[in-house]
């Protein structure tokens, strides 16, 4: 039986795994510093451990902790990594350098369950949540590790349907003890699970973008499944109530299907929906999937889109598409190829 994985916990985990082994109370802070600043790999390297505390924590636990087994650079340079995950299963990671803003999209979960109709991730069914070690992994084992400027979690998965590991790894990722990244360059995208979001505005200081993709209910149910549970109005109107508490900034994602969600009726709706909410729009445009038949609204109409909004006061900009030649745009992550390709080689 594999040793439980120690590298995602809290420092309050820590203080509890080093109690229950009868370790110096100060060896959590040590743990800490290995796992979290210097992204160590194993307990032996830990040298101001001593060697008795070093094997007690290698008979009782491990790190578990993977280099990605895949990489594929776009001609934009965006680069896609496939990490291991569980048994025989697989999340993407997106690392997007521009300048002086450098990237990384992070999953949450293997897979998604939300079977949003556009997307890539959805088709390929649900497989499982990340735990809070597997979320970090993606960043502390990437190669552009030490040049990222922004997380988002914005790759495979609905962050919010994990809403407790995610949680778990943005403490680890903001606190003292861990990563010290500061909650202003992380960002929750969500297709609007109401509970989570709830508990993110609570408990995180993070920015949070909303997939939108159209203002009328019946439309956005055809689009996005969930929205018979969680409408989209209820998300807004409780952004509306809460968003002063705490200063951060909420986004409203919006991808554009050519004559579905693109006219000026939309731009009316979305004006009315947003009204007295202080966000932003990021227009994307739709990157095509095999098996589905919708089509990118064209670049004339997503500039009209685009000003019409912003004339009518909302500030609105095109997302520029990245890595769509890699499967690594908006909407493209998937990795059941990979798990299949794998399961025929074992």
């Known amino acids: 039986m594999k040793a439980e994985n120690i590298f995602g916990k809290s420092l309050t985990e820590l203080k509890e795994i080093t109690l229950s082994l009868k370790l110096p109370s100060y060896t959590s802070l040590q743990l800490s510093n290995w796992l979290y600043k210097k992204h160590i790999g194993s307990f032996d390297e830990m040298s101001d451990l001593s060697k008795q505390a070093r094997k007690i924590l290698t008979d009782n636990f491990s790190i578990q902790k993977s280099p990605p087994s895949k990489m594929q650079v776009s001609q934009d340079g965006t680069c896609k990594y496939l990490f291991p995950v569980k048994e025989n299963k ?11 803003r450098h990237t990384l999209c992070i999953s949450s979960q293997v897979g998604c369950k939300m079977d949003c109709v556009f997307c890539m991730t959805g088709k390929q069914g649900f497989q499982g949540n990340l735990s809070p070690g597997e979320i970090l992994n993606q960043l502390s084992s990437l190669p552009e590790r030490d040049h990222i400027t922004n997380i988002v979690f914005m790759g495979m998965g609905e962050p919010l349907a994990n809403v407790e590991n995610v949680i778990r790894s943005i403490e680890i990722m903001t606190a003292g003890y861990g990563f010290e990244w500061s909650a202003s360059r992380i960002t929750i995208s969500t297709i609007g699970m109401l509970p989570g979001l709830i508990r993110i505005i609570q408990e995180t200081n993070c920015h949070i973008a909303i997939s939108l993709h159209s203002p009328f209910e019946d439309e956005r149910q ?57 966000c932003r729009i990021n227009l994307i445009r739709y990157h095509e999937i095999q098996g589905v038949p919708m089509k990118s609204s064209s670049d004339e109409t997503i500039l009209r889109f685009k000003n019409r909004l912003n004339e009518k006061g909302i500030l609105t900009t095109i997302r520029a ?18 798990r299949a390709s794998r399961s025929k080689q074992v």
């Open 90 to 100: 697989y999340v993407e990671s997106v690392y997007i350098p521009d300048r002086n």
């Open 222 to 278: 055809k689009l996005i499944p969930v929205e018979r549970f969680f409408p989209v109005k209820k998300v807004i109107d409780y952004l509306k109530k809460n968003q002063i508490k705490r200063r951060r900034r909420i986004s409203i994602e919006y991808i554009m299907f050519r004559d579905v969600n693109d006219t000026l009726r939309h731009v009316n709706g979305i004006t009315r929906l947003l009204n007295g909410l202080n």
């Open 321 to 338: 598409s990245r890595g769509q030649d890699i499967s690594a745009a908006c909407g493209m992550l998937s990795t059941r190829s990979d």
